[in-house]
């Protein structure tokens, strides 16, 4: 028995310290991992930005004017298959948005509901109005005043010219505008009609809080740009539009849908490209939302003014990416933000934006948004933040001004590596910057398998000035990591530094006076921690 | 210890984006497995002894329930084709697409395909025929060629051959068997001609117009039972939530929430009261960047459309 153990154990013990020093071993190459990973993201960083802001500011902004889309406004118009079918058979555009719009058909007695379906050329608004030669379908109320009784769906083989024209969608025959082709617009005004008030229609009154449930509003004309398609649209006025449906039925939307396996008409069409599109010197209001996005791709968004729409202003959406929403006015979003990015939306710039008097924030970065550049924009006078950035990691906010927001002048909740440089955050009602890690996991209306989040927050403040902020000019909460470097601290509060931050007051100022450096090691987060 | 160290190196590679999560996380229970697998075999089964339609259904399961054994293109395109050999209208149609999306080694057959549509609808698909009108639209295919496909088709089913076995991998074994529907593809063509003819229309796509339209739109009118509960589920769980939110403040109204919105509440409308006091001295402050973005803004903006700063600060001095 003994010779037995004294055979053995040694071998165990070899084999047990083999593992001991295997492991350790492993243990060390993975801490040099993470730490060298973090270190080359801060340099990294530092690129980026860079690279970001000469690409903005070398653009050359003289191609994107109203004169330049007019001139790409196609001149020789041709073609001839134009008609008018069953919508039923339209299964590919969107069923179920066809199926929400039953409702508004049935009301209306119509049975079996028909769509304008326009293929192969190109065509004006007067071409349709000819093509199709019934009154009841598209009538001519007044010299270049068209009223549609009918959808619009435009094929990928087609493109449809609204120039100079005033579009009124009917209200009461369920209509729509739908394109998987080109739509140039300029100098035009395209709105929802009711016929019996003469108007654009009133919205139904709906309770704030079930605003964005589905199936609670009757459905309401709105423009939905598919797959592959392209819109330029300059000069133009877009109201009345849009209603809480299943896709891209808010108003004018750019949107594309997950690729399915199919090998019906649906397959050629989902597997086009993801649609783009410039809107430059445009105007919406009143509708749902003023612009939502989802997949797409370098749509440019130049000099609109958008107001009044009635949940968001902006609203690029899902997996959109290289986006440029520069030099908006945004202002009273009723019900939230004045320019919001959500969910996967990447590498964009929002720069030069003016968003005041929202419901909601001025700017806000959701869900995982990265690589974003919110440069050189005024927030001002939101009920919300003016800069908000929930749940994204590796955004860059720089030389904005952020002033009199009725919370924080920058918010950064739930995100790592967040570059706030150069902002003069001025009077705001709550902090001029706050970090905060908060516990969303009760939250119902987030799907956290679809927009997962990590319980860490960490900023880089470098060369900002914070000026008269009510509460404190910056603070942190539950755990939120800072870094302060070179910023300007005049009047915040009764303390420059609140909450979490209150207790390192003095640590902090050194660190930011430069007396002791700036650690990077205190900017680096800790691993995330899944809900 | 040898567990946790794979774990250790599994959760590494997930989390350094070297290997995609859904490959280690993604399994599918045995009971499914196996439950995929009957299903399957007796669809197998029926499709061997002689059943029309078995290999199209053995092809559609193959297609939109990889959970087994995913079968390859070819092996999808070959059940299509022995169903549509057997005059199934719906292996036709969908075979049709395979040959139009050029998948497998089927590129540049836009005839083939239009014929094989073609022939579903002449036998009765509401489906193709409404596809065939939607193509030269959507695809940019010309009507002459939709004509002329049309013709072949009809030519073809009128010989009681649903598909060209002389380029299709048909089953010489087939048109033996007791099932095989020779005549009655014929008589079906017969019949779709003889309607096209007393139509009076000329041109083949302006008759397919006139078909299926009554079963099409029974299709669109009707939401399936199953998307119904999701609808009807949908909006009971989210006002269950409402009114047990409701009820839990009508009762407790120092509720955490509650008492934490009336604090934010607070909140804001005393910064709202403070802010006001500022006003006129913040917007002097500001104006110089207000005007400059205002000028940014105006660039891109008709001359007819442009935005002044003075409409602009009473719209903001108008906020609450």
Request: proline share 3%; glycine share 6%.
């Amino acid at each position: 028995m003994i010779a037995l153990e004294s055979v053995v154990k040694p071998k165990c013990l070899a084999n047990n310290n083999k593992i001991k020093v295997f492991t350790g071993v492993f243990v060390v190459v993975i801490m040099l991992f993470v730490v060298s990973s973090v270190s080359a993201q801060q340099t990294n960083h530092a690129d980026k930005l860079k690279t970001m802001l000469s690409d903005y500011r070398d653009m050359d902004w003289s191609q994107y004017t109203v004169e330049a889309v007019r001139r790409r406004i196609p001149k020789k118009m041709y073609g001839s298959d134009v008609e008018s079918l069953l919508s039923a058979r339209l299964y590919f555009i969107g069923s179920q948005n066809i199926q929400e719009m039953q409702e508004v058909w049935q009301a209306q007695g119509i049975a079996r509901p028909k769509t304008i379906v326009v293929a192969n050329g190109v065509y004006s608004v007067a071409d349709l109005h000819r093509l199709i030669d019934d009154d009841s379908v598209i009538e001519k109320t007044k010299d270049d005043t068209y009223l549609f009784r009918q959808p619009v769906y435009v094929t990928s083989t087609a493109s449809l010219v609204i120039s100079d024209a005033t579009i009124r969608l009917s209200l009461l025959h369920g209509v729509f505008l739908v394109a998987d082709g080109q739509l140039f617009i300029a100098d035009a005004v395209i709105t929802s009609w009711d016929e019996r008030a003469g108007n654009e229609g009133e919205r139904e009154e709906v309770p704030a809080n079930e605003l964005l449930l589905y199936g609670r509003q009757t459905p309401r004309p709105y423009i939905l740009m598919n797959e592959g398609s392209q819109i330029y649209m300059a000069n133009s006025r877009v109201s009345g539009l849009g209603y809480k449906g299943k896709r891209g039925t808010f108003g004018l939307s750019i949107s594309k849908r997950p690729f399915v396996v199919t090998h019906r008409l649906h397959g050629y069409i989902r597997a086009r490209a993801k649609p783009a599109g410039w809107l430059i010197g445009n105007t919406f209001t009143n509708n749902f939302f003023g612009f939502y996005s989802n997949q797409a791709e370098d749509v440019i968004l130049l000099g609109n003014v958008y107001y009044d729409n009635v949940i968001y202003n902006i609203d690029p959406h899902d997996y959109s990416e290289r986006l440029i929403i520069a030099r908006n006015l945004t202002y009273n979003a009723r019900q939230a933000h004045g320019i919001i990015i959500s969910r996967e939306v990447n590498n964009s710039t929002i720069a030069e934006n003016l968003s005041f008097s929202n419901k909601g924030s001025g700017i806000m970065l959701d869900r995982n948004c990265s690589n974003t550049l919110v440069y050189s924009n005024l927030t001002i006078g939101n009920e919300g933040d003016g800069i908000a950035v929930f749940e994204s990691d590796n955004n860059f906010v720089v030389d904005n001004i952020t002033a009199r927001n009725v919370r924080n002048g920058i918010y950064v909740r739930n995100s790592d590596y967040i570059n706030t440089k150069n902002n003069f955050i001025f009077r705001n009602g709550n902090a001029g910057a706050e970090t905060a890690v908060v516990d969303i996991d009760k939250l119902e209306t987030r799907n956290f398998k679809l927009d997962p989040y990590h319980k860490s927050a960490s900023a880089l403040y470098e060369g900002n000035q914070f000026d008269s902020n009510l509460h404190a000019a910056m603070t942190a909460k539950n755990k939120g990591v800072v870094t302060v470097k070179n910023n300007k601290f005049y009047n915040s509060g009764p303390i420059f530094f609140g909450g979490e931050l209150a207790p390192f007051a003095e640590n902090l100022w050194h660190q930011n006076n430069g007396a002791t450096p700036a650690s990077e090691a205190s900017h680096i987060p800790r691993q995330p921690v899944s809900p | 210890m040898r567990y946790n160290f794979l774990m250790l190196v599994l959760s590494m590679l997930v989390y350094s984006g070297m290997l995609p999560a859904g490959q280690v996380l993604k399994q599918y229970t045995v009971k499914e497995r196996q439950l995929e697998q009957v299903k399957f075999s007796v669809i197998e089964e029926l499709a061997e002894e002689g059943v029309n339609s078995a290999y199209g259904v053995l092809a559609k399961m193959g297609e939109s329930r990889p959970l087994i054994n995913p079968p390859s293109q070819d092996q999808l395109i070959h059940w299509y084709t022995l169903s549509a050999q057997s005059g199934n209208s719906s292996a036709l149609l969908w075979l049709g697409h395979y040959f139009l999306h050029g998948e497998g080694n089927n590129t540049g057959r836009e005839h083939d395909a239009l014929v094989l549509l073609a022939s579903a609808s002449i036998l009765g698909n509401v489906d193709a025929a409404n596809d065939l009108i939607l193509i030269p639209k959507v695809l940019g295919v010309s009507y002459a060629r939709l004509e002329e496909a049309f013709h072949d088709a009809l030519q073809r089913l009128s010989n009681g051959q649903p598909i060209d076995c002389s380029w299709a991998r048909c089953s010489p074994g087939l048109s033996q068997q007791p099932g095989f529907v020779s005549d009655k593809v014929s008589a079906k063509a017969k019949i779709f001609h003889e309607n096209w003819r007393q139509s009076g229309v000329v041109k083949v796509y302006q008759y397919l117009k006139l078909l299926g339209v009554e079963e099409l739109l029974a299709q669109s009118n009707s939401t399936s039972p199953k998307e119904k509960i999701r609808i009807k589920n949908a909006g009971k769980l989210k006002k269950n939530a409402r009114l047990a939110r409701e009820k839990r403040l009508a009762e407790n109204p120092d509720w955490e929430m509650g008492a934490y919105l009336d604090r934010l509440k607070n909140r804001k409308s005393s910064a709202q009261d403070a802010l006001r006091h500022y006003e006129g001295q913040d917007f002097a402050q500001l104006e110089k960047d207000i005007r400059h973005t205002i000028n940014l803004i105006n660039f891109h903006r008709d001359p007819d459309a442009q935005i002044s700063y003075e409409e602009i600060l009473q719209l903001m001095k108008k906020a609450p």
